[in-house]
Structure formats: structure tokens, C-alpha cells
């Protein structure tokens, strides 16, 4: 199994970018997905979650700016982030849970900056 992890980048103040996160391998059903990030100097975190059913979960500070989704038949999961703010730079690492074990993407980098 593994999880290739796509779209994060440079991007301004109040911008947006949208992190999508594939799973490969010879997979049945994926349980929970989401999305962690770990800034500079600081704890992995998590972002947002979602379960197989839909049922999501925010950090706080991403309430209302982050939507998290998913496509159970392309086995992929997505972040969309909006009013990006300079607190949001990280790199960002998708999660899924297979058959009980938790599998990570490789990271991808989002800088907010001007």
C-alpha cells in the first residue's frame, strides 16, 4: 500500500490550493482518511479527517476555511484550503487507515508567503 500525496506549493495571503492524496495497492476498503501537518519546530498535527462514510472532523483552526473529501472509487483524498494564512505553511501529510494499519503519504510542502 502506499500514498502518494500531490498539490501543495507556493501560494499568497487569502490564497487557496487544493492537496489531493491517492492510495495504491492491492486495496479493498479504506477506512478513515485525513490530512496532519507539521510546521517548523512544531508537532504533526491534524488537519482534518474524514471517515468512509463521510462523517469529517476540523482542527479549529482550520474550521470554515478547510473542506475535506473523498472519492472512494479513485481511493483518493482531498483537502481544499482556502484564506490560506501564513500560519498554514507546512508540510502537509495525508493518513489512511487500511485494514487497521495507519499508512502515511511522503509530505508535501505548503508555503504561505507574500
Known amino acids: 500500500v502506499q500514498l502518494q500525496a500531490s498539490g501543495g506549493g507556493l501560494v499568497q495571503p487569502g490564497g487557496s490550493l487544493t492537496l489531493s492524496c491517492a492510495a495504491s495497492?492491492?486495496?479493498?476498503?479504506?477506512?478513515?482518511m485525513g490530512w496532519y501537518r507539521q510546521a517548523p519546530g512544531k508537532q504533526r498535527e491534524l488537519v482534518a479527517a474524514i471517515t468512509s462514510g463521510g462523517s469529517t472532523n476540523y482542527a479549529d483552526s482550520v474550521e470554515d476555511r478547510f473542506t475535506i473529501s473523498r472519492d472512494n472509487t479513485k481511493k483518493t483524498v482531498y483537502l481544499q484550503m482556502n484564506s490560506l494564512k501564513p500560519d498554514d505553511t507546512a508540510v502537509y501529510y495525508c493518513?489512511?487507515?487500511?485494514?487497521?494499519?495507519?499508512?502515511w503519504g511522503q509530505g508535501t510542502l505548503v508555503t504561505v508567503s507574500s
Open positions: 493518513n489512511a487507515v487500511i485494514y487497521g494499519e495507519a499508512y
Open positions: 495497492g492491492s486495496i479493498f476498503s479504506i477506512n478513515g
